[in-house]
């Protein structure tokens, strides 16, 4: 990953939060002056991004407050089992830039945005805990934004640590390709913030995944968090086919089994390349022709987003699957918006059925 301090070429705060910690702390740790402003900028510009214009918003940072609702269900996918879980955003827009992000497929604002308000997220988050008591929360902070590649700008690592001493039947989950534990990884916590890490095989990082923290950056960093008491959990997410996929899969089951024992791991995830086709330009315009979403063979599914097909995701799947066991070790595998029908030949089960996996997909309030 480049420092963060040449990473934005445009940063604009808003004029109610210009004298709080985390705007403070952008100005002193970016290169590129601010811009104090009493409205978002390129507030006209909201159609669909060229890749140009994708690009250029992973430029340009705006600090605000953000108006609308933080937590809410995770929006899955149709017809993909559903493992509940809840998402809390705090920003929008990744500093990192991987050929097959998804968020090329809905962002359409000019800028990247950190949302200035954590505590007002938190509080919303207070209110559902006591309104459930008993339900087990899972809730990630890294769908629209990374949950840590920013974290030296807000500190809201160590924010969300501390919080969640209070909540221990809450869970959450920090979802990052950066390394960047730093922040929190000495503080005191109670054992319910995962540290979770996307990984591939470091081929398929290097092609595809632009400007993130290296494989070996990312275990590393999984192994000091499991070394500080924190659970850690590894999303092998997207699997991407490659020449020679079985084999580079196989050694990063490897890895992780050599690094990791089961009860330091809390899940490990497993999906396959997926995008909706009007993605496709994007990647084409940004990445080339030969990029991985363009040269793969990909069919429309049911939710209306490309795929491999049903076989060789299930052959993915197993593969991945069977590794672990071949190990010798329990790490609690489960799929990632998948179909039953994928459940079904990789697990001959349906998720509820899958022992060490029911509590993931039990019926939550929302
Ligand atoms: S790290 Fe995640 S959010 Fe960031 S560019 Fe890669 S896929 Fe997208």
Sequence with gaps: MGSLENQFTELY?????????VAKRTRSLLKVSAIRVDSKPYADQRSQLSGDEFTKSKKRLYLAPHLGQFFRKCPGTQGAACCNYFVLNLGVQCNMNCSYCYLQSYINSPLSQIYTNIEEALFELEGKAREFPNAPFRVGTGETIDSLSLDDLTLYSAVVVRWFQNFPKLTCEFK???ANIKNFINLPHSGNVVVSF????EKIVEAEEHETARLWQRLKAARD???????VAFHFDPMIYVSGWQKLYSELVHLICSLFEPLEVKWISVGALRFPPQMKHILRERFGGDSIGNSSELFLGKDGKLRYDLGLRTKMF???KDEFLEHGKKFPVFLCMETPESWLGTF????????G??????AMPS
Excluded: C, M, Y
């Design 13 to 21: 705060i808003h004029d109610s939060v210009w004298n709080s910690e």
């Design 176 to 178: 990052t390709k950066s």
């Design 198 to 201: 996307s990984v591939n095989p």
């Design 225 to 231: 968090a499991a070394d500080a008491g924190f659970p």
């Design 318 to 320: 197993t593969h991945v």
């Design 348 to 355: 001959q089960n349906t998720p509820r059925k899958v022992k």
């Design 357 to 362: 996996l029911d509590e993931l997909f039990v």
